[in-house]
Every structure is written in C-alpha cells, then in structure tokens.
C-alpha cells in the first residue's frame, strides 16, 4: 500500500511540475528544476516502481489471486500503460521546451489510470 501509494503520488506530481516547469521564464531556473525532477525520478520513482511490483506480485502468489480474482489482469494492463506514462514522464523531463497540453495530457492520464487501478484492486468488480 505505501510503495503503491508513493508510485502514483510521484508520477503525478512529477507531470505536475513539467507543467509548472512551463511558466519559469529564465534557463538557469529551468536547469534548477530539472535537475531535482531528474533526481527523483531515478532514485526515487524507479526504486519504489520496483518495490511495488516485487511486492505486488508476492501478494498476489500469497493469494492466488490469478485464479481467483479476474480483475487482477485489467489492473496489471493498465499497470503497463501507467509505466509508459512513467517513460513520457522521463522523456518530458529532459525536454526544455514542449506545448502546455502535451504535459496536461500526461499528467491527467497518470490521475486517471491511477485512480482506475485504485477501483479494480478496492472494488473487484468480477
Ligand atoms: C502502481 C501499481 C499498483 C497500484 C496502484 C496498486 C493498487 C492496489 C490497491 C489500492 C490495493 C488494495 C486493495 C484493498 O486492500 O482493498 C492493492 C492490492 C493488491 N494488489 Fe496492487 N497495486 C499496484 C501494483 C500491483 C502489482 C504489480 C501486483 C501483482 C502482480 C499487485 C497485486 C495486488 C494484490 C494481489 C492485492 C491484494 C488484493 C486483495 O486480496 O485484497 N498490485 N493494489
């Protein structure tokens, strides 16, 4: 749960802040921000990615949830699609300049696969 929750709450406020990055007018504050986005998403996002998915798929060998709960597939399937959001995420960091609805677009899509994934592990609707 807190690996899971720091893997969705670093992806999202990640792409936040390649929006915020947009509206600083000097190249040295660019740079600065950067800098710290870089750092964070190697050292913190891909580490607790991996935490999550070791202990994720311990979980679910414990409760043989491969047999018994369908909704464990949808949810690894947007697992995926979230961890190529997680690579726009990386290419948009090293981007300088981009348009502002590319970064909103990636940042609400993190919001809403989270959040869908969030729904099939709480709910299990099948
Ligand atoms: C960022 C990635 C992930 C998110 C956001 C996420 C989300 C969640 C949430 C919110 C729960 C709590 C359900 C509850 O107790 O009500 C949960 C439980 C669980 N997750 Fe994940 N998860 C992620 C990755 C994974 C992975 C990689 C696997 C396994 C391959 C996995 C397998 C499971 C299993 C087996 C449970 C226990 C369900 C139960 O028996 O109640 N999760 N997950």
Redesign the pocket.
């Known amino acids: 749960?807190v690996s899971?929750s720091l893997?969705?709450g670093t992806l999202f406020l990640q792409s936040l802040t390649v929006v915020f990055r947009l509206r600083l007018k000097t190249v040295e504050e660019r740079a600065g921000l950067r800098a710290t986005q870089v750092r964070i998403h190697k050292f913190i996002y891909y580490p607790i990615?991996f935490v999550?998915?070791v202990s994720?798929?311990v979980?679910?060998a414990k409760?043989e949830?491969f047999a018994n709960g369908k909704w464990?597939y949808p949810?690894?399937g947007l697992?995926l699609f979230?961890i190529g959001l997680g690579f726009l995420n990386g290419m948009q960091i090293k981007k300088d300049l981009m348009p502002k609805k590319y970064a909103m677009m990636v940042h609400i899509a993190i919001f809403i696969v989270?959040a869908w994934?969030?729904y099939y592990?709480?709910v299990?609707p099948f």
């Open positions: 749960m899971m893997v969705i990615l999550t998915i994720g798929a979980l679910a409760t949830v464990i949810k690894l697992l979230l989270g994934m969030i592990a709480t299990k």
